[in-house]
């Protein structure tokens, strides 16, 4: 699950294209008046020059707003990461955000 502090606080617009010699692939996203984010993409395959397009709209939702949700619903212990080494997330740098967290049994 990907979370959105980098892309709406910097107003990102797209993702670095990730491309090879077997395929093109291109990220874009759209802020809506909405508070809601299209995210619009198109896959190149290289070898028969087809292209898969693909709209979906996400509802973003910050670190900060996903940490008072688990601690309304009673986790604890919660941190935070941007991979799975556990290193720091930083909503400045950060896109992947991957929680640890403890709901203790009652």
């Keep these: 699950m990907k979370f959105y ?3 709406l ?3 990102i617009d797209f993702l670095p294209t990730i491309e090879n010699e077997h395929i093109k692939f291109i990220r874009n996203y759209k802020s ?5 984010i299209e995210f619009h993409t198109v896959l190149s ?3 028969t020059n087809k292209e898969i397009e693909n709209r ?3 509802y973003p939702i910050s670190s900060v707003a996903l940490v008072q949700i688990l601690k309304n619903e009673g986790f604890v212990d919660i941190k935070l990461y941007d991979n799975w080494k556990r290193k720091g997330f930083d909503s400045v740098r950060s896109i992947p955000l991957i929680i640890d967290c403890v709901k203790p049994l009652v």
């Design 5 to 7: 502090d980098r892309i």
């Design 9 to 11: 606080d910097q107003n």
């Design 32 to 36: 809506n008046n909405d508070d809601k």
């Design 45 to 47: 395959i290289k070898e």
């Design 56 to 58: 979906i709209t996400l």
